[in-house]
């Protein structure tokens, strides 16, 4: 599977993969991510919803569209059909006012994830070091705190562990983002596993340059 998503980026001269390709890739590595399917037309994505169950998230995809939100893609807490035709419909109308031009193939659908604490993960190959993996607070703190850490692949444990814990980073933006959003404690646990796991879907440098999760 995670060939064959690859092959047909390259084949397209794309650069960046859909969300649906990037889970698929993230599932074939071991990673748990939330089933997420490409809807072509408003009918299918009302299909997909009855399958997956309501409330879910609607995502506009396009090749020429990275940041959904800031172009009104983004429909969350979509509870019912009669509620999704009408978010697939405004979707299609802010799009299209924002990036005339965007081609969209359609829209994901996948269930609304539950309530929790977004992280930001990157692999960048240095010149010196070869895999790089970054860790840091995701959504719309990425901009705000620019901060994230960096630890030289192969991860140990406890590289993992000192990532997420370590004072001067996750610590307190973290505090302050449960604080804000009114959210429980996050489970550091959860984390390092899949810290790991992204350590070893990096190790493959034929297929990735700069793979990078947000939010995660």
Not at 41 to 61: F, M, N, Q, R, T
Not at 71 to 99: K, M, P, S, T, Y
Not at 137 to 159: H, N, Q
């Amino acid at each position: 599977m995670t060939a064959d998503v690859i092959a047909q980026a390259r084949a397209q001269q794309r650069t960046i993969l859909s969300e649906v390709e990037a889970k698929q890739l993230l599932a074939d590595a071991g990673l748990s991510v939330t089933e997420t399917r490409l809807a072509t037309s408003i009918d299918e994505a009302a299909a997909h919803a009855a399958e997956l169950g309501y409330p879910v998230a609607l995502k506009v995809v396009s090749d020429k569209i990275t940041h959904k939100t800031d172009v009104g893609g983004v429909e969350l807490g979509v509870a019912d059909e009669a509620a999704l035709r009408a978010a697939c419909q405004r979707i299609h109308e802010r799009v299209i006012a924002a990036v005339p031009d965007a081609q969209a193939q359609g829209v994901s659908v996948q269930p609304m994830a539950e309530p929790g604490v977004e992280v930001i993960l990157g692999v960048t190959q240095d010149q010196q070091f070869g895999p790089v993996l970054m860790f840091g607070l995701g959504g719309v703190f990425v901009e705000v705190l620019k901060d994230v850490a960096f630890r030289i692949v192969p991860l140990e444990p406890r590289d993992a562990a000192e990532m997420i814990r370590r004072d001067s980073g996750l610590s307190h933006p973290r505090r302050r983002a449960r604080t804000a959003r009114r959210q429980p404690r996050s489970d550091r646990g959860d984390a390092a596993p899949t810290l790991r796991v992204r350590r070893r879907a990096s190790g493959d440098r034929r297929t990735r340059s700069q793979p990078g999760l947000r939010p995660a």
